[in-house]
């Protein structure tokens, strides 16, 4: 194989795991928020979550293997050029950290659950953005700034879907509970 075909090849393989972790991170927060409306979980939604956790830890060390196949590439062609002036990498190792430590707090019940949906959904579709664009012409810092910003856009929009779900979930239970006591 030449190259080309490798650098293509690994190209195919980060989007492929990035795009899969990505699908089920939006499967789980699609889901999560209709549980959020519906008020309760039950024993075969609580297994399909787990089955789609599960996927997803398995597309996270895929997606770890893709940035390793990516960065011995790079460092083969550029050598250490790669890993001194690339904000792009940098992002996404910072991205990829929040990712993981969000994902271990939330398994370990540390951070709400109206924080951790924001970074685990906001951080993977940021991680996409950056594996898919991968030249950007910017720094670190603007990046870093870019990133947050948009963790805050993906969190009022969550919040805002929880409030609007939750209050057609209340209004339901308050009538059925008009209606039983008549």
Not at 73 to 85: A, G, L, R
Not at 142 to 152: Q, R, V
Request: glycine share 6%.
């Amino acid at each position: 194989m030449t190259e080309l075909e490798l650098f293509y090849l690994s190209q195919l393989f980060r989007t492929y795991t990035v795009g899969l972790c990505l699908g089920v991170s939006t499967l789980v927060l699609t889901f999560y928020y209709f549980v959020v409306a519906k008020g309760h979980t039950e024993p075969a939604e609580k297994r399909l979550l787990h089955v789609a956790y599960n996927v997803l830890r398995i597309g996270m060390v895929l997606v770890v293997c893709s940035e390793i196949t990516t960065l011995m590439y790079n460092y083969h062609v550029h050598n250490f050029i790669y890993w001194t002036d690339n904000p792009e990498l940098l992002i996404r190792v910072t991205i990829f950290s929040v990712i993981v430590i969000n994902a271990l707090l939330m398994q370990y019940h540390k951070i709400s659950m109206w924080l951790g949906p924001v970074f685990a959904g906001g951080s993977w579709y940021a991680y996409f953005f950056f594996a898919v664009w991968i030249e950007t012409e910017s720094t670190y810092s603007a990046l870093l700034i870019g990133y947050l910003g948009w963790l805050g856009v993906f969190g009022l929009f969550l919040a805002l879907l929880r409030t609007l779900l939750t209050r057609n979930s209340i209004r339901s239970d308050n009538a059925q509970l008009q209606t039983a006591g008549a």
